[in-house]
């Protein structure tokens, strides 16, 4: 069966780098995606891993996954008070065709 | 473009009355999906979409909910009769198909059932 778990809550300050972690426990997964959810908003897609990568960077964010733990990271740098939301990871695993598996979010709060 | 389009945004019923909530996915979006995300909590799939047929709907509660997509396009999610644990956000997403690795979410419907 497949779990995604992550901490609740992260506190940063503004121009700090933020790290929100990720653990899965489904191995045949193929893609890892963080969305982002601002408050009373859709999910908005930040971006994604397919899992024979160990790394991927876009702009200010860095998705670092370490499959032998399965571990995911999502990584902010210059992190802005725009960046206050939940973000969620998900997984797509090969079981079902598209269906997306999500964790229960978490809720960065950035501090000036 | 146009994103995924939800409405109602809000819905306030009492309990053992019907709702319903529609989706218009994005142009061209074959795949349509109906998640429920509970407060707290991450989505959850609900039932997915192939053009006009459901292709997996397991995770429906088939007694109360419903779910059409007639033309292959617009989306309605019934609910018959309300419960107060339905209370939750109805998310719509849509993809270019089934193997499109992205999907691309409404803004959803809050409903509370009191």
């Known amino acids: 069966g497949e779990d995604v778990e992550q901490s609740l809550f992260l506190s940063v300050r503004e121009g700090d780098s933020s790290v929100i972690n990720c653990t899965y426990t489904?191995?045949?997964?193929?893609?890892l995606y963080w969305y982002k959810q601002e408050p009373g908003a859709g999910l908005q897609l930040l971006t994604y891993i397919f899992s024979n990568m160990d790394m991927k960077q876009d702009q200010r964010l860095t998705v670092l996954l370490n499959k032998k733990d399965k571990h995911l990271s999502l990584r902010i740098a210059d992190t802005q008070t725009g960046d206050s939301a939940i973000y969620f990871c998900a997984e797509r695993y090969t079981g079902t065709a598209s269906k997306l598996t999500f964790g229960t979010g978490t809720r960065l709060q950035v501090t000036l | 473009e146009a994103g995924v389009v939800q409405s109602p945004r809000y819905k306030i019923i009492e309990k053992k009355q019907p709702v319903a909530f529609w989706c218009n996915p994005i142009?061209?979006?074959?795949?349509l999906y109906w998640y429920r995300q509970n407060l707290g909590q991450g989505p959850e799939l609900l039932i997915r979409?192939?053009?006009?047929?459901?292709?997996?709907d397991s995770q429906l509660p088939k007694d109360r909910f419903s779910a059409e997509r007639l033309k292959g396009v617009d989306s309605t999610l019934k609910i018959q009769p309300a419960e107060l644990g339905d209370s939750a956000v109805y998310l719509c997403?849509?993809?270019?198909?089934?193997?499109?690795?992205?999907?691309?979410f409404g803004p959803g419907t809050r409903l509370t059932v009191t």
């Open positions: 489904d191995s045949s997964s193929t893609y």
């Open positions: 997403a849509s993809s270019p198909g089934p193997g499109s690795y992205e999907q691309y």
């Open positions: 979409y192939e053009n006009e047929e459901a292709v997996d």
């Open positions: 142009s061209g979006h074959n795949t």
